[in-house]
């Protein structure tokens, strides 16, 4: 005899790289284990997978989590997370100076995505030729030794001219790539310049060491430190 399933509440999340809200529901006993190995790991690219794969599963499969870009991917995993456990988290800041521990709380809903000032996908590379850039997704932004150059390849969507918009997908990898190379210095630096002003999911705190009284200002941004 079939055991009785128990109801699971839902809730609405809009995302940036989204045109509609996402339906999703709280972590199970499921994804609380995923959460503990991929934690227990400590290394970053399992516990990306282990947001992704949450994200994609508590949502139904109505988006996949692999595809989102790296700061909705942040962003959906901890309003599921504040939703799940609670948006209250213990954090321990560590001074810079003289390496005390000091242990706070942090309210997860007062994250937010800080969108730079006239940041932009589309790029102008010269009066006529632009590009239009996509979001990095997780797994290249995990990599801090990923080449810029692999990252701009990674994220070119689309190149126009004043005659016609190229899809980078159905050019190919090598069309690209040339393209790419024909670049100068200062087009192609303006391409990086994209990644520097992207959007950003990340909070600033300062605080004042009760053991030595120096400033402390610590930017919470990492993945381990969503995981908590």
């Known amino acids: 005899m079939p055991l009785p399933t128990m109801t699971t ?16 529901r709280p972590f199970l006993v499921k994804e609380e284990k995923i959460l503990i190995l991929a934690q227990e790991s400590n290394e970053p690219k399992e516990m990306i997978k282990a947001m992704q794969d949450i994200v994609t599963s508590c949502s139904n499969g109505n988006v996949q989590g692999r595809d989102l870009p790296f700061f909705d991917l942040q962003y959906a995993f901890i309003q599921l997370r504040s939703q799940s456990i609670g948006s209250v988290t213990d954090f321990v800041l560590i001074c810079g100076e003289c390496g005390h521990k000091t242990e706070t709380t942090l309210d997860l809903n007062s994250l937010t995505i800080d969108f730079p000032e006239n940041h932009t996908n589309k790029i102008m590379l010269s009066d006529a030729v632009g590009v239009i850039m996509k979001y990095p997704k997780a797994e290249i932004l995990v990599d801090d030794e990923t080449p810029a150059f692999d990252l701009v390849m990674a994220c070119v969507d689309k190149i126009f001219d004043q005659d016609e918009i190229y899809n ?12 790419i190379n024909s670049l ?3 087009q192609f630096e303006k391409i990086v310049e994209f990644f520097q002003t992207s959007p950003r999911l990340e909070k600033t705190i300062d605080y004042t060491c009760v053991k030595c009284e120096t400033e402390n200002t610590v930017l919470i941004d ?5 995981f908590e």
Do not use: Y
């Open 168 to 179: 980078a997908e159905d050019e190919g990898p090598e069309e690209v790539e040339k393209f």
């Open 222 to 226: 990492g993945v381990e430190n969503f």
């Open 184 to 186: 100068s210095t200062q």
């Open 9 to 24: 509440p839902t809730f609405r999340v809009k995302l940036h790289s989204l045109s509609n809200e996402i339906e999703f």
